[in-house]
């Protein structure tokens, strides 16, 4: 049978009755250096990576947006208004408006999904700067997307849940281990 004390589960009694890789609980193994990240910080940097992605692509969009001819957009704009009237609504931007506010939309964007991957990159460097950059941009994050939400944009309420869970994540006892600040 199993020497006395043993876990009959753990046929090499590699854990010694403690839980963790290292047998000190799932927190305090995030301590080790050798330690891989915790579920909590991989579904961050997972995450970060998805929304970097997503922010070049829709940079990317708004950029090609901005390359159409004037004609085309003069005819979108115009096509937009006769919507917006049928609807009650007077649409007042001019072609150059929309283009310039496509250009704004690309620099948010893209600064979104650089700084997004960028830190990301960074999540196994293990340093107290990395874990407040992640911690501040995503706090950032979710404070433009609650401000967007009181504007009345509902969809924002998803990418809103996703910044507030990546910071929860971070704060918790396994991310703030991982980074050495428990």
């Known amino acids: 049978m199993f020497p006395s004390g043993q876990d009959p589960y753990d046929p090499d009694g590699a854990s010694s ?31 970060m ?13 708004f950029l090609m947006g901005t390359a159409m001819p004037s004609e085309a957009v003069d005819q979108a704009v115009a ?25 704004v939309m690309a620099v948010v964007t893209g600064v979104y999904g650089l700084l997004s991957t960028f830190l990301a990159s960074r999540v196994r460097r293990r340093t107290v700067g990395v874990f407040w950059g992640i911690v501040v941009f995503q706090t950032a994050a979710a404070l433009m997307l609650g401000w967007a939400v009181l504007g009345g944009d509902l969809l924002s309420l998803v990418p809103l849940g996703f910044a507030v869970t990546m910071a929860a994540f971070m704060f918790s006892r396994e991310g703030r281990a991982y980074y050495g600040l428990l």
Not at 49 to 61: H, P, Q, R, T, Y
């Open 49 to 61: 990576f998805i929304g970097g992605a997503c922010g070049l692509a829709l940079s990317a969009m």
């Open 17 to 47: 009755g403690r839980g963790g890789l290292f047998g000190f609980g799932a927190h305090f193994d995030a301590l080790h250096p050798d330690a891989p990240a915790p579920r909590k910080v991989a579904i961050v940097r997972t995450l």
């Open 79 to 103: 096509e937009q208004a006769e919507i917006a009237s049928g609807q009650g609504v007077e649409l007042v931007v001019t072609a150059e408006a929309m283009r310039s506010m496509m250009a």
